[in-house]
């Protein structure tokens, strides 16, 4: 085995035991039940596109609360995440919402082959803090436009308090936490176009649909914008998204 593929191994053996820790320390650790976090769900969903969507992705799934809703809005879901406790309440919560489309599976963005079959929709929000560097950021970019059907969306909100651009550092590339600003910029290198953006103050939610050539015209994406006063408040949560991020990433140094 290669020194680069030995080390990825041993990353991702570490975000599994990091994520199996935290899950174990409390449920909904991130605080997805709350106000606010239920209100993103609400303006990703009505994101989706009106058209019927046959197979979808959701990566980074956790304990399936945003699952739920969505397989009410597509025929078949693939649900991911890299915690099996995660999947093991996930699952118990889709045997309640009686969410028979959804099939869960363990798996690891930067590691694992995506499955074979291509999507009319992949959601990826809250987890690409944890890739690790930009080359792998871009490698995973990459991999996700792949998967998409061709017109297929990709749907993805993290959160905007750290503001790096590739485009505003030099240092960048040695960055190893990545905000919503970085993650959508190197998103929009790949064939995939900005169609949506909503913007709050905490967070940033980018809607992008794969081209089907590289000669299509470029449309500039609708941008909404939420102020403070417009949304719920953000409870902390037991742990910080860009803490761990930082831990983790900072482990493979």
Not at 37 to 65: D, H, M, N, R, V
Not at 104 to 125: A, H, K, N, V, Y
Request: charged share 20%; aromatic share 12%; glycine share 4%.
């Amino acid at each position: 085995m290669e020194i680069k593929q030995l080390q990825r191994y041993f990353n991702s053996a570490w975000l599994k035991f990091s994520f199996d820790t935290l899950f174990r320390l409390a449920r909904d650790p991130w605080q997805y039940v709350s106000a606010y976090e239920q209100w993103k769900y609400e303006q990703e969903l009505q994101l989706l596109p009106s058209t019927s969507i046959f197979q979808a992705l959701e990566l980074g799934c956790a304990e399936g609360i945003f699952t739920v809703q969505l397989a009410a809005r597509v025929q078949k879901l693939v649900a991911a995440d890299i915690s099996p406790i995660a999947l093991m309440r996930a699952n118990q919560r889709c045997v309640l919402h009686q969410c028979e489309n959804v099939k869960l599976i363990q798996f690891d963005i930067t590691q694992d082959e995506l499955p074979s079959e291509r999507f009319d929709l992949i959601i990826c929000s809250e987890i690409l803090y944890y890739v690790g560097n930009q080359t792998i950021l871009q490698e995973v970019a990459q991999k996700l436009a792949q998967a998409l059907k061709p017109n297929g969306y990709l749907l993805t909100s993290n959160d905007y308090r750290v503001k790096t651009s590739p485009h505003k550092s030099e240092n960048f590339s040695n960055s190893r936490v990545f905000g919503a600003e970085a993650i959508g910029a190197t998103l929009s290198q790949t064939k995939l176009q900005l169609v949506k953006v909503i913007r709050t103050p905490f967070h940033c939610t980018h809607l992008f649909q794969r081209s089907l050539s590289s000669s299509e015209s470029v449309v500039l994406p609708e941008i909404v914008s939420f102020s403070q006063a417009e949304i719920p408040q953000p409870q902390k949560g037991l742990f910080d998204w860009f803490s761990i991020a930082a831990i983790a990433n900072g482990w493979r140094r």
